[in-house]
Structures are given as structure tokens and as C-alpha cells.
């Protein structure tokens, strides 16, 4: 069983007291003990070896708190990239356009041409592609772009036919299908997941293969950045049957938390047509996953004042995803199977629905440290905190859209005093409730040391600073993907913190990131230790 000494370099254990240890010892996947580098290597055995940290900080593993792994890995691998500026480079509709023709080009008729990571709000011509555009691409090939958020897309005309959609379709709750005011003929957009469907999954058009191809592709991704616990945070049958195709005994480089969609559960884990699960301890069973409402980008968040600059006369609040009473209903029957919750919620319109079913939950079926989870909050008032910490829930918010849209919450979705709030992690902290920060990958890509940065400075892409007051401290924004990561989830006996007897999970960076605000920018992994094995390594750090 191998053994190491990490010693000589800042040791931020995120622990109850914030200890400041000098040495950390690990036996096998577990830390053996923590403290005095003396007494540390009076335990230390003959083959124990010997990591000199040579002044870079050691740190607990970074715990991604909300995402949908792997699904970055599809993008990179299967999918062809429209992001816009400040995340990618396609600027206008001309320039989507060419890159899914050249990726209809390279693929067979028939199939699938998909578009992910498209943004409205970024791109020159401010919407999104229309279906007579999307058939200038290919009539050949279904083509699909999904919006940036996931909460809406475009299609060609032969992918609407393949979705079963045509003028005669009507519009499900919480979801519609794109219009001509005039004639009523399609104009290819999809918008909210009920109208999306399959479509709308991480896992759409995913086989077995290409499943494990992302699935090692995002895993490798995730350890360069430290991270080494993440999440699938909207588990399909059809992604829990591709989980579920790893035997017990294999370990699959990594660790993860499945949120299975709350609809459909039981019946995926339990009773005569549950998915024969085979238990693999890589891979835990977690919350079960609801939403309310939609996206800020496409207005579809549901706020109880109206957007500063409304784009649909008909939802100037945005729209809710569920009916109330059904809503309430499900939040119930999940609270008395005894499930913790994860509810998308983005604005506090969304957020009052999942609050208020909780209550009436916790009313009727009293349950201690339930841990029900509002996820997003970006709109979350105050007097909404207050009662949320009054009920035992908590929230992980999202401050990197202040980096990525800050800029349109202030010009448009929120306009200049709301928006001063987004993400208000630090009017949490004063009522006492405990939260996450996360990227929603592929939303953003998982970063969180620039996620940290997006938390603690609130600084828009402009270089706008976007609500000062709700700035949280450099250790907040690392408890926040380390220790109250893993308490969220119910992992914190195991994880999130450097404490004896925790799994060896590490992330080693090249300075102190809480010496200063803007310290997380200069910061980088230099290395990622999973269960007590180094599993990443920048050479040109290591060796500096």
C-alpha cells in the first residue's frame, strides 16, 4: 500500500477551524494523519515517499456542486462548438452557419448534425438560427443547434420531422414551438424542455461507445483543473443505463454523484423495472433533479417583476416550467420517499415555488437535515434566504454568468439595481445559509479557480463590478467547491476537507490563492491527487 508525506507549503485543509497543519500523510486512498511534520514522519515507513511541496499549496480535491458531466466531452468530441465571445469565437450567424456545413460535409446523409453552446445574446444578430436557415445547411441531415443555457434550440425542417413536430403540434406546459405570427408555419425553434424532448438531453444521440469516449475525455479535462467529484446533474434512463454498464469491480478514474430526473423516479432504481444497477462505488445514487423554471439568456427564468427589457409582450416575467399544484405535489411525493431534492431554480419567481412546496412538505412530513436544494438562486431576495434558512435548505449559486452575461443582466435581463445581485452568496452568508458556487458545465466550462475569481471580485467581461456588497472572501469561494461541496451531497464524512481518515483527494496549486483577491487569476493546478495517486501533473510547474 503506497504511502506519501506532503510537506514545506501552505495546507488549507477547509477543515471546522481552517487548520494550517504542516504535514499530511496518506496510507493507501485515505489520509492517515494530519499535522506536525515530525510527528508525521515518526509514522512514516521505510517506503513511504516524500512530496516537498517547495512552497505551492496543498488543498482538498475541487468539488464540482452542480453540472452535467460528461457532457463537455460529447461537445468536444461529437458536437460542433458555436460559442460566442468571451468563451469562443463565433461572432455572427454567418459563421455558424459555415461551421455546420463543414460538419454536414463530413457526415453521412442521414445523420445528425448537432450545434451546442449557441448564444442569442452574443452573437451579432441577437437570435437564434430560424429553420429555413438551418435547411440552407443540409436538407439531407436532421440539424439541431441547442442554445448555450440548454433551454431551447433550432431545427431544420427534417429535424422537426424526426421529432414528431408540425404546424398541427400544440405547445406542451413550459414549452413551445417557434411560430410565423403570420402564416403559423414553423420557424424551428424549440423552447423549454418539455417542447425539446430528447433533443433537450446531454445524452441525445450518445451511443454506448461515444458515451465512454466523452466520459474519459471530460474526466481528463476535469483533473488538469483540479477537480476530482462532480456531477451528472439530470440522469436519464438512458444515461443511467450507460453508468450502469460499468461492473462493480472497475474503477473508472473517477468519482461522481448521479441526479436522476424526479419524475421518472422510482421506477428508474427501484421495482420491477429499475435499471439493474451494479453498485459501483465510483458512481452514488444523489438527489433527485426538478426544475420550475428556465434561462435568464432567453427570458424563460421566471422572476416575479418583469425583465428590464422584455423580449415576449405575453411572458414579460419569463415562464414556469411546471404547474404550481403539480409542482408542489412532486416536491411532496419525493420528501415522503424520503429523497434530498435539487430544484433548478434561476429566478426568485422559480425559486418561490420550490420554496413554498418545501414548506408545505416539511409542514405535512417533518424531516431534519433534509438539505432540499435551490439550484442557481441567481434572483433569490432576501426575505427568500431568510426562510430558506428557516426551512433547512441550501443553494448553490452560479457567479460565473457574472463573468459571461453580467453585462446583459445589467443592459437587459435585470437592468442596473437587480443585477447588482445575481448569485447573492454573501447576503447568504449573513442569514446563516450554507451554499455552493458551480459552473453548470457545459453552460461554462468547469474552472474553479476562474469560478472562485467570478465569486470573490464580481467582475463582468467589460470589467464591470457587479454588486460589490455581495462579494464573499477567497476562503469562502474555496469551502464553497470544497468541504460545503461535499456536504451538500451528503459526502462530507468522506470528503471535501483534509482531515484524517477522508480520501487522499488533492489539488496542488502554484501559490496561496487566499493571499490576496486577485490571486485565483495567477493561480494554477499543478497537480491533482485522486485517492492518494497523482493523476495529473503540469511537468513545466512540477519541475519549476
Request: charged fraction near 20%.
Amino acid at each position: 500500500m503506497s504511502s506519501t508525506l506532503y510537506f514545506n507549503g501552505p495546507i488549507l485543509t477547509m477543515d471546522a477551524k481552517n487548520s494550517r497543519p504542516e504535514a499530511v500523510l496518506t496510507e493507501g486512498q485515505i489520509i492517515k494523519a494530519v499535522g506536525v511534520e515530525a510527528a508525521l514522519r515518526s509514522q512514516m515507513s521505510a517506503s513511504t515517499q516524500e512530496h516537498d511541496l517547495r512552497g505551492q499549496t496543498l488543498i482538498p480535491a475541487f468539488i464540482d456542486p452542480h453540472g452535467h458531466f460528461p457532457d463537455p466531452g460529447f461537445i468536444r468530441l461529437f458536437r460542433v462548438d458555436l460559442s460566442s465571445p468571451p468563451r469562443g469565437d463565433c461572432a455572427d450567424m454567418a459563421a455558424a452557419l459555415a461551421r455546420l456545413r463543414a460538419k454536414a460535409a463530413d457526415t453521412p446523409k442521414g445523420e445528425w448534425v448537432m450545434g451546442v453552446l449557441f448564444d442569442n445574446t452574443a452573437i451579432a444578430e441577437a437570435r437564434m438560427p430560424t429553420r429555413v436557415e438551418l435547411d440552407s445547411v443540409s436538407i439531407e441531415h436532421p440539424v439541431w443547434v441547442i442554445h448555450a443555457s440548454g433551454h431551447n434550440g433550432a431545427a431544420n425542417s427534417l429535424a422537426l420531422q424526426e421529432h414528431g413536430v408540425s404546424q398541427d403540434t400544440s405547445d406542451p406546459l413550459g414549452g413551445r414551438f417557434g411560430r410565423d405570427p403570420e402564416t403559423g408555419a414553423l420557424t424551428g425553434l424549440i423552447e423549454g424542455i418539455s417542447a425539446m424532448g430528447d433533443m433537450g438531453d446531454t445524452d441525445f444521440l450518445i451511443t454506448r461507445e461515444r458515451f465512454w469516449q466523452g466520459f474519459n475525455a471530460t474526466r481528463n479535462e476535469y483533473l488538469a483543473h483540479g477537480v476530482t467529484f462532480a456531477q451528472n446533474a439530470w440522469t436519464s434512463r438512458k444515461m443511467l443505463e450507460h453508468f450502469a454498464s460499468l461492473s462493480a469491480d472497475q474503477d473508472p478514474g473517477y468519482d461522481l454523484v448521479l441526479l436522476p430526473i424526479g419524475e421518472d423516479e422510482p421506477e428508474m432504481t427501484e421495482g420491477p423495472d429499475a435499471i439493474d444497477w451494479p453498485g459501483n462505488p465510483h458512481f452514488n445514487l444523489g438527489p433527485r433533479k426538478l426544475f420550475t423554471d428556465g434561462a435568464f439568456q432567453l427570458q424563460t427564468a421566471l422572476l416575479s417583476e418583469p425583465y428590464h427589457k422584455p423580449v415576449d409582450p405575453e411572458h414579460p416575467c419569463g415562464m414556469t416550467y411546471a404547474d404550481t399544484k403539480a409542482h408542489s405535489a412532486e416536491v411532496k411525493r419525493l420528501h415522503q420517499l424520503g429523497f434530498q431534492i435539487h430544484c433548478h431554480c434561476n429566478g426568485d419567481g422559480g425559486a418561490e415555488m420550490f420554496i413554498n412546496a418545501v414548506e408545505a412538505a416539511l409542514a405535512e412530513q417533518p424531516r431534519a437535515d433534509h438539505r432540499h436544494t435551490v439550484i442557481h438562486g441567481q434572483a433569490l431576495r432576501d426575505d427568500q434566504l431568510q426562510r430558506m434558512a428557516y426551512l433547512g435548505m441550501t443553494v448553490s449559486f452560479f457567479p460565473a454568468h457574472i463573468h459571461f452575461w453580467g453585462d446583459r443582466h445589467f443592459d437587459t435581463f435585470l437592468g442596473p439595481e437587480r443585477a447588482q445581485r445575481i448569485s447573492p452568496a454573501a447576503s447568504a452568508e449573513r442569514f446563516g445559509l450554507r451554499y455552493t458556487i458551480h459552473n453548470d458545465a457545459s453552460v461554462t466550462p468547469t474552472r474553479p479557480l476562474h469560478l472562485a475569481h467570478c465569486a470573490v471580485n464580481r467582475t463582468t467581461a467589460s470589467g464591470r463590478i457587479l454588486g460589490a456588497e455581495q462579494r464573499i472572501s477567497p476562503l469562502s469561494a474555496l469551502k464553497a467547491q470544497t468541504i460545503d461541496a461535499a456536504w451538500q451531497v451528503f459526502q462530507e464524512d468522506r470528503r471535501g476537507s483534509i482531515e484524517t481518515g477522508k480520501l487522499a483527494d488533492f489539488a496542488i496549486l502554484s501559490c496561496n490563492p487566499l493571499e490576496e483577491e486577485n490571486q485565483f487569476l495567477k493561480t494554477t493546478v499543478v497537480a491533482t491527487v485522486r485517492r492518494g495517486e497523482t493523476v495529473f501533473q503540469d511537468r513545466g510547474l512540477v519541475d519549476a
